[in-house]
């Protein structure tokens, strides 16, 4: 297991952290839960840029244009913004692990409950202020969608690269599989505030080695600084505590 150096290792009274083990038979099948509906506008689509901890694609926000609903949630809520987590080696790489078994990356889509909240910043501070859609990546097939992301990735090489990216559809990464487990949790960077309602996906998606190292071959420092490549942006797994995981599926 990597070091950490980028954030604490716990948050003091946390209660419901990220990301978490899910031990499959632990899981609860909860017969209420309804499919999660995905409706995203690839029009909504703004830029793609390297934040310095990872890199992410980020939508306008400002109307109800890309929104989830159903599944474990109550409001519907708006996309934001999605990015990855993932490792130096196909070893390990995802926050979330399954039966304790790690992936080579994690997708996280990171959407906001507008409809209680003005603002993200609102929410972000709220127990349902959140909805993060998380989707695990395996090693295996070329998936053709992600390749349109890896084409855009040597441009934001370096911190703070920003580049535009007119139109793309996330839910070509989401696989087809409706079974989800879901969870009360937190964001996994600071400020871990616990608003996060997590909708993660069972079943991966695949995406060959050629597209895991591009992400690999990003780094964490900005231009002109000394090189340090961005790998293991992965948050230590957190205690259960007194929660449940919830599966959609028996
Ligand atoms: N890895 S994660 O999906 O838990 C995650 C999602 C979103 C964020 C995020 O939006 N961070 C920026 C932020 C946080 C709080 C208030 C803000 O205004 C911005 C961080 C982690
Ligand atoms: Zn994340």
């Given amino acids: 297991?990597?070091?950490?150096?980028?954030?604490?290792?716990?948050?003091?009274?946390?209660?419901?952290?990220?990301?978490?083990?899910?031990?499959?038979?632990?899981?609860?099948?909860?017969?209420?839960?309804?499919?999660?509906?995905?409706?995203?506008?690839?029009?909504?689509?703004?830029?793609?840029?390297?934040?310095?901890?990872?890199?992410?694609?980020?939508?306008?926000?400002?109307?109800?244009?890309?929104?989830?609903?159903?599944?474990?949630?109550?409001?519907?809520?708006?996309?934001?913004?999605?990015?990855?987590?993932?490792?130096?080696?196909?070893?390990?790489?995802?926050?979330?692990?399954?039966?304790?078994?790690?992936?080579?990356?994690?997708?996280h889509l990171v959407h906001w409950n507008a409809v209680v909240y003005p603002t993200f910043e609102e929410a972000v501070m709220e127990g349902n202020g959140l909805a993060v859609i998380g989707v695990f990546l395996k090693l295996g097939a070329h998936h053709e969608g992600l390749q349109m992301l890896v084409d855009a990735l040597p441009a934001i090489k370096h911190k703070d690269a920003v580049i535009e990216f007119d139109v793309f559809d996330p839910s070509c990464l989401i696989p087809s599989c409706p079974d989800y487990w879901t969870y009360a949790g937190s964001l996994t960077t600071p400020p871990l505030t616990e608003s996060v309602t997590w909708i993660i996906k069972k079943q991966p998606i695949e995406v060959d080695e050629n597209q895991l190292e591009a992400f690999r071959m990003l780094l964490f420092t900005s231009d002109g600084e000394e090189e340090k490549r961005m790998v293991d942006n992965f948050r230590p797994l957190q205690p259960l505590m007194n929660r449940t995981v919830r599966s959609s599926f028996q």
């Fill in 1 to 107: 297991m990597p070091k950490h150096p980028l954030f604490p290792l716990t948050i003091p009274g946390g209660t419901r952290q990220s990301p978490i083990n899910i031990q499959w038979r632990d899981s609860v099948y909860d017969p209420f839960l309804k499919p999660l509906k995905i409706s995203y506008d690839p029009t909504t689509c703004l830029h793609i840029w390297n934040n310095g901890y990872s890199f992410l694609v980020e939508f306008d926000d400002s109307a109800d244009r890309s929104i989830i609903v159903g599944g474990p949630l109550e409001n519907q809520y708006r996309l934001k913004q999605f990015h990855f987590h993932w490792g130096a080696i196909n070893e390990w790489g995802s926050e979330h692990t399954v039966d304790s078994k790690f992936y080579p990356a994690e997708l």
